[in-house]
């Protein structure tokens, strides 16, 4: 189907339409090859609470943005490259359902979808693109990815030392590394990561003994949450989401 449709006119038009609906700040998305495979909002795990937001599913990338007029405009476009992404399904949890996670080298966040169907659909889309794409490029799968960061309303206390709470003096911080919710004592350090940005990031106390000590932090879906059930720069992001510490 996609090499079917990668140079018809009509997947030319519907690209067209999906790089107006970004206007100008947006980047151009027609190249030869490219197929839009689908679209649809998606509630966005954010820092701060869950916000929908617009997917563009392309055979080879990711789009998505803020909704300003549904079908009509968005803003703050970010584009994924398929080949690094890796997904997981994340168990139902009260009101979040139908998640999954998308993960790559840079940036990680959960995803969840209206229905169960929804959901199916979209992470078979999204598996196929990526396993087309490596086995045209020859390339293996990502083995490394960014922490999902906990969301600050899932932490009232740092969850490092378990001491300090969150108040609007003591700020919440997140560990760029292992997307923990820790205070400022436990996160004054900053480590190089190269995947994420060319200046060092911050970092808790117990992932910079990991990573200076040349062993390797516990990845963020391997560690025991308290309190959650799921494993949950461009650094920035949705409006002040990721953008702060």
């Not at 790559?104 to 087309?132: G, L, Q, R």
């Not at 923990?180 to 200046?199: I, N, R």
């Not at 911050?202 to 932090?217: F, K």
Request: proline share 5%.
């Amino acid at each position: 189907m996609v090499d079917r449709l990668a140079n018809s006119e009509a997947n030319s038009k519907r690209i067209a339409v999906v790089e107006s609906c970004f206007g100008t700040a947006g980047q151009p998305l027609a190249i030869p090859g490219r197929v839009l495979i689908g679209e649809g909002v998606l509630t966005k795990l954010c820092r701060k609470k869950p916000k929908a937001r617009q997917f563009f599913l392309f055979n080879d990338i990711l789009v998505y943005g803020n909704i300003v007029i549904q079908k009509k405009k968005y803003n703050k476009q970010h584009i994924i490259p398929l080949e690094s992404v890796t997904i997981d399904t994340v168990p139902d949890e009260g009101d979040l359902r139908n998640g999954w996670l998308i993960k790559t080298p840079t940036k990680s966040f959960a995803v969840y979808a209206a229905t169960a169907t929804e959901k199916s659909e979209w992470m078979n889309h999204i598996d196929k693109c990526v396993v087309d794409l490596l086995q045209k490029s020859g390339k293996a799968p990502t083995g490394e990815h960014a922490a999902v960061w906990v969301p600050d309303s899932e932490a009232t206390v740092c969850m490092r030392c378990q001491k300090v709470k969150f108040t609007t003096v003591s700020r919440r911080h997140h560990c760029r590394k292992c997307g923990f919710v820790v205070c400022g004592p436990c996160s004054d350090k900053k480590y190089l990561l190269p995947s994420q940005s060319s200046k060092p990031v911050r970092v808790c106390e117990h992932c910079y003994v990991q990573l200076t000590s040349g062993g390797l932090a516990p990845r963020s879906d391997s560690i025991s949450r308290p309190g959650l059930k799921f494993n949950s720069n461009n650094l920035s992001d949705d409006d002040e989401d990721d953008s702060s510490d």
